[in-house]
């Protein structure tokens, strides 16, 4: 059985020791909406932006989110005067990230995986974004981070803490000191050099108190060699992974109105589950920042299956609660897909979209199983190497440009100087 994220609160009381005892975290929130909208990291302006804003004027929102970013797609290829403007999207997974980690190592294997100029990344896939942005040089890291690491290596359970006034059922602190151990300051030094080069970083987080998405420009995080940079750059990743209830959630220092506050982020799964941009806005809107528009490539890695499972649920009300929640999320996420789906054929780019096929049936009850997690890396793998990527969201029909579904036998619609361009 695949194992949800949110599933994973409930599964901990049934798996994990009653241990430790509570702990209060103590807030300096935020109780206005209006001061919250001005609410800056100190000493990094312009790091993060609320994700589901839909401005008035999608072009002067572009330039002002882009303000703080160098010249995007500098260094990208280009194809008959117009840069290749390739994106990949990370999706959340829980235990599942091991799927994307696999896909991209397996992609690079097969030999046509490109430099991405912009990376996306949600709960696992903020775990591997970092190491995806990077390049096939971190596939090794990838694999170790996804398949040799224990449940016990990852949290340590706080069931009495949880249950008693604490933050979550269990502790994260096994995983803060991996975060930390993977991504040090020469870390940071080579995501900066990269963002210097025009390619984009982004990573998504919930912020509880206002109840919205929130995106943080990781190259901007890294261009800043204070400790508290670093210590930031692993806290956005730490909180976007913060699946709710099971795992605490992380305070951000922030500074509104001259004086200091703290906001709660947790998993960006709560919020969104995969996303393409940093602001709601169409993608031409970022036509502006290039010469001439350019070729667009989406690619979406889904850590987990987007089809219907089928399993007998046992009438109880922690199997029904759990089962109706991952159901919840699947359908959700595959309505975010959706949308990016149109997003894409509105701007005439190429959409491609891979999960975890409906034949894999690796069983597990863990929460992080190395056995698992092997067996869903080794098959992300096969999915890379083989490289056949999805046109249109599965159970959609796919449609065209026009918007009409295509005649059939025709074709699916994909920019010819993007097809020319893909290898």
Partial sequence: MLVPRLHVALLL??????????????????????LAETAEIPGMPGVRFWADEVPTNPLTEV????????????????IEGRKVVDTLALSGGGSDGAFGAGVLTGWTKRGDRPEFQLVTGVSAGAIIAPFAFLGPSEDEKLHTIWTQYKQDQVVTPEILSGLFGGPALSSTAPLQS????????????????????GRILLVLTTNLDAQRPVVWNMGEIAL???????????????????????FPPVQIEVEAGGKMYDELHVDGGTTREVFVSPVEAPLKAFDVLYDKPPIRRIFIIKNGKATPSQEVVKPTTLQIAGRSISTLIKSQNMGEVYHIYRVALDAGADFNFLAVPPSFDFQTKEIYDPKYQAALFAEGMKVGRRGIWMKHPPGQAPINVNGEQPRPGAPEPIAAAAAAGSG
Wanted: aromatic share 6%; with cysteine.
């Fill in 13 to 34: 009381v049934l798996t994990l020791a009653l241990t430790g005892c509570a702990t209060i975290l103590t807030r300096n929130g935020i109780s206005s909406a209006s």
């Fill in 63 to 78: 330039r002002r989110r882009t303000a703080h970013m160098p010249q995007l797609a500098r260094h990208a290829k280009t």
């Fill in 178 to 197: 991996l975060i930390a151990y993977y991504i040090d300051r020469p870390f940071l030094d080579r995501i900066a050099a990269q963002y210097k080069r």
């Fill in 224 to 246: 800043n060699r204070s400790p508290e940079a670093t210590e930031l750059f692993r806290k956005v990743i730490l909180a976007s992974a913060a699946i709710p209830a099971a």
